[in-house]
């Protein structure tokens, strides 16, 4: 729609340096242009591109001086400007500002592509548009591929939840900042290039994963593929009362501190957590057809943790009584006084023996002050922003699951994403969508995603039917979004553009660990379209992935 407006609305010296290039105003002249006159639109972005109530800030990186992230080796990124935004400025209740801010990045040489970068945790941050998703991590640099790439901050600013005691940054963060992101992204790229993206893409994990399946949900037609890692379907509901129910258990047995007071840290040590993914593995590794630290049929995972159990006094060999019982209970499910499941189970998987599952449930502080993230980052989120009201004094080891769950269901109702299971508006526009989980992921179940996959497949004909628009991959191993004993690098992005663009549907994702993972670097394994795993053929290297094939559990 900006395309016969698109040169009119240059500045003359603009239009100069277009025409020194042999350009004039057609398209093709927009997206090619040498790097004094990329720098100069660049610059001229600010005065004559921003939509309304936008203010934009630009500055040109030229070609050979960034790599993407930090990273000091490696391919240097291409000239681009890079274009950060605010709009919808605004005095909120509580009489903080408010904006919704993004950033944009537009490559000198565009691929004709658009990629939204999901957020992750409270927000309130802006995600490096030089690097790819939070759930494709180690993967190459989609703005060094020639994506226009935008991320944003969620309408707020510092990644505490405090923002929740305003009513409209709640429904900013839920998906009206992300809308107006998308908007104000496509509008500059379409005053960039001349022309609207080809195809548009979503990518993000946790929170980001959460937001993928909003503008599937909300905004049907804005993508063309969304790739949810770990979505936080359940976060402002099931997924924290899950974390309340989980650091209750686990610090009714954490041992006392000097002062008398429990030490949530050393309710497990590092030991005892070896021993139950050992005994994971020696209950369900050789389900897949090879002995390699991994379960790939997961489906067919069943253990039991009171085979550890000591028979006398707590030994390095076994684990006590109680340390049985809060397993137990944190793999079962948070549950009320009735019995009713207030969340779904966790699986078993050895990547709980990870520092990643360690970091969310039961932290490093060798003090009475937890540290793990159930209570740093999902009690600040729960008290600020999923209770209504607000109620920021709240004690988390108070919480009363008979009736504390029912103070989250307002938000719950405008933020979680797990009631839509039928996405009949995004499968009619023919979109695609990936699913990517973690085994491991402390925080969300990998049982969830395939509960809200059954569901889907029900409402859509079955999973054959459904997998022409929706695809599951399980990552055995993986924790929240990357990490532990898994091959946790994929190039989904890639598989989505392939899915997409050239109808090929991804029956499997190949997957590496990267050098340095402890457990198996350098391994390869293909990662299989739910139902299906990873099962090994028999014969060869363990660590290649050409030996393994997907089939049906």
């Known amino acids: 729609m900006h395309n016969a407006r698109t040169a009119l609305a240059l500045s003359a010296p603009v239009l100069a340096l277009l025409a020194g290039c042999g350009g004039g105003s057609g398209i093709s002249s927009l997206m090619e242009l040498d790097a004094s006159a990329a720098e100069a639109v660049c610059a ?91 759930i494709s991590i180690g993967t190459p640099s989609p703005l060094g591929q020639g994506y226009a790439v935008v991320s944003a901050d969620g309408g707020h600013q510092g990644t505490s939840a ?60 804005y993508f063309d593929g969304i790739t949810a890692g770990a979505p936080a379907m359940r976060v402002s509901s099931g997924a924290t009362v899950a974390a309340m129910w989980n650091n209750r258990k686990l610090t009714d047995i954490a041992p006392a501190g000097a002062d008398g007071k429990p030490v949530l840290s050393q309710a497990f040590s ?56 809060a397993l137990k209970d944190v793999f079962g499910g948070p549950r009320n006084s009735a019995g009713q499941a207030l969340y779904v189970t966790q699986p078993w998987d050895p990547g709980i023996r990870d520092s990643g599952w360690r970091l969310w449930t039961l932290g490093t502080s060798t003090t009475a002050t937890p540290n793990s993230r159930y209570n740093v980052l999902m009690v600040d ?21 008979d009736t504390d769950p029912a103070r989250m269901q307002a938000f719950s109702a405008v ?13 009619a526009r023919g979109g695609k969508l990936l699913f990517i989980h973690g085994m491991a992921d402390p925080i ?35 924790a929240h979004c990357s990490g532990g004993p898994a091959t ?34 350098n391994r390869t394994r293909p990662l299989c379209a739910y139902p299906k795993f990873a099962k090994y053929k028999g014969t060869g290297s363990i660590e290649d992935a050409a030996n393994f094939s997907c089939e049906a559990g």
């Open 44 to 134: 001229d972005m600010v005065a004559r591109a921003g939509p309304p109530a936008t203010t934009l800030k630009t500055r040109y990186v030229a070609a050979g001086t960034r790599r993407p992230g930090t990273l000091t080796t490696g391919d240097f990124l291409g000239g681009h400007c890079v274009v950060t935004g605010s709009r919808d400025a605004r005095t909120g209740v509580d009489g903080k500002p408010y904006a919704i801010g993004f950033e944009l990045s537009l490559p000198d040489r565009w691929n004709g592509r658009f990629l939204y970068l999901g957020g992750g945790g409270n927000d309130g941050t802006l995600r490096d548009t030089t690097l790819s998703s939070s």
């Open 162 to 221: 405090s923002f929740g005691a305003d009513p409209q940054a709640r429904i900013d963060h839920a998906y009206n900042a992300h809308d107006k992101t998308a908007q104000s992204a496509k509008a500059l790229i379409a005053w960039r290039y001349g022309k609207q993206p080809d195809y548009a893409y979503f990518s993000g994990c946790s929170g980001g994963g959460r937001q993928g399946m909003m503008f599937s949900q909300r905004f049907p037609d």
């Open 270 to 325: 590092n030991g005892d957590l070896n021993l139950v993914a050992n005994g994971v593995l020696a209950a369900c590794d050789a389900g897949d057809g090879a002995v390699d630290g991994m379960v790939q049929n997961t489906k067919a995972c069943r253990f039991d943790p009171a085979v550890l159990q000591c028979t006398g006094a707590k030994t390095d060999s076994c684990i006590s009584a109680a340390q049985v019982g």
């Open 381 to 401: 989120a729960l008290v600020n922003e999923f209770f209504t009201p607000a109620d920021p004094a709240f004690n988390p080891l108070a919480f009363n699951f």
């Open 415 to 427: 933020y979680d994403t797990y009631r839509d299971d039928r996405l009949a508006a995004y499968k």
């Open 444 to 478: 969300f179940s990998a049982d969830e995603v395939q509960e809200y996959y059954e569901r889907l497949a029900a409402n859509n004909g079955g999973v054959a039917a459904t997998q022409s628009f929706a695809r599951t991959f399980l990552v055995p191993g993986m």
């Open 488 to 521: 946790d690098t994929t190039d989904s992005l890639q598989a989505m553009v392939d899915w997409v663009e050239k109808g090929i549907a991804p029956d499997s994702i190949a997957a590496r660990a990267s050098a340095s993972n402890a457990y198996f670097p």
